[in-house]
């Protein structure tokens, strides 16, 4: 009874409180003008910001202020004191609220403005429930306390921060580097599923999770990696409280992956610090040459010794006798060669050639494609986006991601090759003398198949296609049986031919997942 | 008659002398003169004198309440911040408690006081029998089972794939019958990656080449597994070193001597043997490295390698024919090596 009492007394205190405030609205209604390639600054402490791009000559402003005061009196104070103020130049436009001393009152601004999509756009506030830019071509500046951000189709640079709030990016292709980034909040980036660009992820507390093609590796709880073809800008997703996730456009976050969850590829470290013409005698080993960014052509040739270089911008050369070649990313064409040894390379934005006499070959991509070849060992290659040829004189070649023609041979070992899940058709040959081959492929992938296996237990070794359209026959051959597998897959297209001995081909329809590297 | 029960009616107000002074006169010159009105006149005063010897009691408040409420005489208080008064049961449960208290008290000791008493006596141990083994058989995956009927469950879960059935009767006098078939059905075998059992099926699988598919995937599994101390094992290392001498594929072939080059060092040396057989003779340059690697390890980590061993390095960094790569490896290990 007593509570029942107290919330009444409250109500009535609350409803009392209500009835003696004074609430108004004012609509307002402005232009500006501004150049086309101008900017627009708007720095509303207080309110919620719509901000539209259109194809629009100057900027319109509709602002609803909300006076909420004590009294009659207090309201006209509030209104004599509350103002918009308009500054800068064509150039840059500059508004913002001066709010005079409040006493008994407060003032928010609501604001809906529509501003020609090829200007830039700053907009800082601290209190809002939402802050939304759409459709600007322009670079976006956004810096919020409390409150979602959301970004839809902004194109050029972008930075979002908010403190207490998540953000909300939403764009197909990004031309400009994105930074977004909360401490509480989460932050969700969309993209097209074929955009290219960088990507950099870090979490403190939360997950990051992806249904995109992300290749890369965690540095602490950073992760840091690509998407699709090498190069590109750079989106980087910070929060340290909550989750990241990059999506393509229009699918869910419940078809994402974690990437700290996921097995990851394990791989020579590529050591930092070495000083940029540093060539040593390490301790155990041979001789060892350091680099760290170098511009321009890099030739190195040695009889034995490792070869280490973060970044070459431009061509590169590099032959060694015997040792292992680590590359971080190359500009331009590159040319490896060793008569022995691993070789490790990332980003090669030119025609790749690499060899090695003996060891495993680990290439994150090749955008125009190459040749990549071991006379005995593994070869792995993550992204290509030209035509590449791969060959192994024993091992197994896995390709994690082919927008282009593929040639793959192993004298023994299994080939798996998973194309872009948005190719439509690419030409495809793959061949091992002994062990499986594995295929996939989007469930639209339109193709000509000619598979064939030759083993001597035809009982285990089988052709198999989730697609529908291939018709088997058999035969004996030297005392061995032939399977073949012949037809066409989504009405035909280019021709893949897949051949195995002693082992199974099968050809799957299914997706690209993210790739983790991790340092041994 | 009229004037009768008109002076009845105003008795009680002239039992309380609350009539003006007429009407009493009049009522009393009535009363005086009538009979009946006399007797009854009596009858009032009689009791009205009786009432004043009783005593004098308070009504409660609740009924007097009321009674003006229905009176009309007051009108009807709020009284939504009274909280109504609920007799407590309290008293109540304590004497029942007590009386059940006293029952079950009581009948005890009756029943103890009456009973046959038994003689405390010193236990002793006439004989002993050993306990029957419980014959506990865990279930075993193999090639062929034979099973009786009783230990199966009447349910069949799923629709299982059954094929190749053939009805049996090899003794037609005992009443019984058999059926033998091929099922086919998906197992999972979940437990600690140490388990005996989960690494006797891994290490069998490991072996045989038609278990896993595509086995490169599942020799990355195993490693990323059991390349962890906690987990390491010498049968996985043994299925290991079985895969790296005999199997003819050689992504295979990479992938274990890989995965021993990644076993703790303590069960990676037993595979000894295997990784010098690989580095003498394999003929994939990348199995031969990594052996090398795998040996480079074991000596680094204090192992010691035997005089055949270092023998073996030896030979090999000295091989002009060999990859310069996998002699500057071996030069390496024979750089850490701790002699017998």
């Known amino acids: 009874m007593k509570i029942r009492a107290l919330i009444a007394v409250l109500l009535f205190a609350v409803a009392g409180a209500s009835v003696a405030q004074v609430r108004k609205v004012v609509r307002t209604e402005q232009k500006y003008a501004v150049n086309r390639d101008g900017s627009f600054v708007l720095e509303n402490p207080t309110g919620n910001i719509e901000i539209v791009g259109a194809d629009i000559p100057h900027i319109e402003a509709k602002i609803a202020m909300i006076f909420v005061a004590a009294d009659e009196s207090a309201l006209q104070d509030a209104q004599r004191h509350a103002e918009i103020v308009t500054g800068g130049d064509e150039k840059t436009r500059r508004v913002r609220p001066v709010v005079g001393p409040r006493k008994g009152w407060n003032v928010t601004m609501h604001w809906n403005v529509r501003v020609p999509k090829t200007i830039n756009v700053r907009v800082t506030s601290e209190w809002s429930d939402r802050i939304r830019v759409n459709n600007i071509l322009g670079n976006v500046y956004v810096k919020n306390f409390n409150g979602n951000v959301s970004l839809d189709n902004v194109t050029a640079a972008t930075f979002a921060e908010s403190v207490n709030g998540s953000i909300i990016y939403s764009t197909p292709r990004p031309r400009g580097n994105v930074v977004l980034s909360t401490v509480n909040g989460h932050v969700t980036a969309s993209v097209a599923a074929n955009a290219d660009f960088r990507w950099i992820a870090e979490t403190g507390m939360g997950d990051i999770r992806t249904n995109l093609p992300a290749r890369g590796a965690f540095i602490g709880t950073t992760f840091r990696g690509s998407v699709n073809a090498p190069g590109g800008p750079t989106i980087t997703t910070h929060s340290l409280m909550g989750n990241i996730h990059l999506l393509a456009s229009g699918s869910s976050a419940t078809s994402s992956a974690s990437l700290r969850s996921m097995p990851a590829i394990i791989v020579t470290p590529m050591r930092s610090g070495g000083s940029p013409s540093m060539t040593s005698q390490a301790s155990t080993g041979p001789r060892v040459l350091r680099r760290g960014t170098i511009n321009g052509l890099f030739t190195y040739a040695t009889n034995i010794g490792d070869v280490r270089v973060q970044e070459i911008r431009g061509n590169t050369e590099i032959f060694t006798g015997a040792g292992e070649v680590v590359l971080g990313a190359v500009t331009g064409s590159a040319s490896v060669k060793s008569d022995g040894g691993p070789l490790q390379l990332g980003e090669i934005l030119g025609t790749l050639t690499a060899s090695t006499r003996a060891g495993d070959i680990l290439v994150d991509s090749t955008r125009r494609g190459g040749t990549i070849e071991t006379r005995g060992g593994t070869i792995r290659l993550l992204y290509t986006s030209g035509p590449t040829r791969l060959l192994s004189g024993g091992g197994d070649i896995t390709v994690r991601q082919a927008a282009a023609p593929v040639n793959a041979e192993t004298a023994s070992g299994d080939i798996a090759i998973t194309l872009d899940p948005l190719s439509k058709s690419e030409k495809i040959d793959a061949k091992t003398g002994k062990g499986n081959v594995i295929l996939t492929i989007s469930p639209t992938f339109r193709a000509d198949i000619d598979a064939t296996i030759v083993t001597s237990n035809p009982e285990a070794d089988t052709i198999a296609s989730d697609l529908p359209g291939l018709s088997i026959s058999r035969e004996q051959v030297a005392g061995k049986t032939r399977v073949r597998a012949t037809g066409k897959i989504n009405g035909g297209g280019e021709k893949i031919t897949l051949s195995a001995t002693d082992g199974d081909i099968r050809i799957t329809a299914g997706r690209v997942g993210p790739t983790v590297v991790k340092p041994r | ?340």
């Open chain 2, 1 to 340: 008659m009229p004037e009768c029960s008109a002076v009845r009616e105003s008795m009680p107000l002239l039992l309380t002398e609350s009539l003006d002074a007429a009407r009493r006169e009049q009522s009393h010159e009535h009363i005086e003169s009538c009979t009946l009105c006399g007797r009854e006149w009596s009858g009032y005063k009689e009791t009205w004198s009786l009432m004043g010897e009783l005593p004098e009691v308070e009504v409660p408040a609740r009924v007097k309440q009321q009674f003006l409420q229905r009176a009309g005489i007051v009108a009807t208080p709020v009284v939504d911040n009274v909280v109504p008064f609920h007799r407590r049961q309290s008293f109540k449960w304590i004497a029942q408690a007590a009386a059940v208290v006293v029952l079950v008290g009581g009948s005890y000791f009756l029943g103890d006081r009456n009973a046959d008493r038994i003689t405390p006596q010193v236990a002793r141990i006439e004989s002993v029998t050993p306990m029957q083994q419980v014959a506990y058989k865990p279930l075993a995956i193999a090639e062929t089972r034979v099973v009786d009927a009783q230990s199966i469950s009447p349910e069949i879960e799923g629709r299982p794939n059954i094929t190749n059935v053939q009805c049996v009767d090899c003794d037609a006098s005992d009443g019984e019958i058999g059926v033998s078939f091929e099922l086919t059905s998906r197992w999972t075998v979940t437990g600690k990656p140490t388990e005996k059992s989960m690494v006797r099926l891994l290490s069998y699988m490991i072996e045989n080449e038609e278990s896993m598919t595509p086995r490169s995937s599942a020799m990355e599994w195993v490693r990323t597994t059991y390349s962890d101390p906690a987990y390491a094992d010498p049968q996985i290392a043994d299925a290991l070193a079985k895969v790296l001498r005999n199997d003819s594929h050689e992504g295979v072939r990479i992938r274990a001597v890989e995965t021993l080059t990644n076993l703790p060092p303590a069960v990676a040396t037993q595979t000894r043997d295997a990784l010098i057989d690989a580095l003498k003779s394999d003929p994939n340059p990348a199995v031969r490295l990594k052996a090398v690697e795998a040996l480079a390890n074991m000596a680094r980590s204090g192992a010691t390698l035997d005089a055949d061993t270092v023998n073996t390095l030896r030979q090999k960094s000295l091989q002009g024919d060999e990859n310069m790569y996998v002699r500057v490896k071996a030069a390496e290990a024979l750089k850490s090596i701790k002699l017998q």
